[in-house]
């Protein structure tokens, strides 16, 4: 098995990671505010909006964590899930299937593979689990970027959904 890619190194998360990955969050909603994207995560850093924290809590306690780290570092971050948020508008897949449940990364290290890596292990894992299905949910607002970068990775656009006013896109990849 290879976890490295550019130096990045995947390793299984839990507990003591939840401040790490909430830095992130937090990060990734600076950085996108600064882009002019206000209507993805919002303009609260992620540590503080209602339900922020205990989410990320349940992510590395009740799900499947994954940390990518450079040097040590921790530089990205994936959840997988047996299947989508219950509190998301999306259809079940009528079948076994394993679900990104949140993936995200450090602005600072941006362009070094991070998300593309961390996909990676979650084929790896849907694979070693026995399953065919590997599914993410994503916004699909803006300029369809988030959505194209599903794509380069494998995923094929699936179902479009709304929550709230929020518009988003199913993809799914088969990895059997």
């Not at 130096?7 to 401040?19: C, L, M, Q, V």
């Not at 937090?26 to 992620?46: F, I, K």
């Not at 209602?50 to 570092?73: F, K, Q």
Request: with cysteine.
């Amino acid at each position: 098995m290879n976890d490295t890619t550019h130096d990045i190194r995947i390793r299984p998360g839990g507990p003591a990671d939840a401040p790490a990955i909430l830095d992130m969050l937090d990060s990734a909603v600076a950085w996108m505010n600064d882009r002019g994207n206000t209507e993805q995560w919002g303009t609260t850093p992620y540590s503080r909006k209602p339900g922020g924290v205990a989410r990320v809590e349940r992510y590395v306690t009740e799900n499947a964590p994954y940390i990518a780290e450079l040097d040590g570092t921790p530089v990205g971050a994936m959840v997988l899930d047996s299947g989508p948020s219950p509190q998301m508008p999306i259809a079940p897949a009528g079948g076994p299937e394993r679900y990104v449940r949140l993936l995200v990364s450090d602005r600072r290290y941006a362009g070094l593979g991070i998300g593309a890596a961390l996909l990676d292990r979650a084929v790896e894992e849907t694979r070693r689990a026995g399953v065919e299905l590997l599914r993410v949910d994503c916004w699909a607002g803006g300029g369809g970027e988030l959505v194209a970068f599903y794509e380069r990775n494998g995923f094929t656009p699936t179902a479009r959904f709304l929550s709230g006013s929020w518009p988003g896109q199913v993809l799914a990849r088969q990895v059997g």
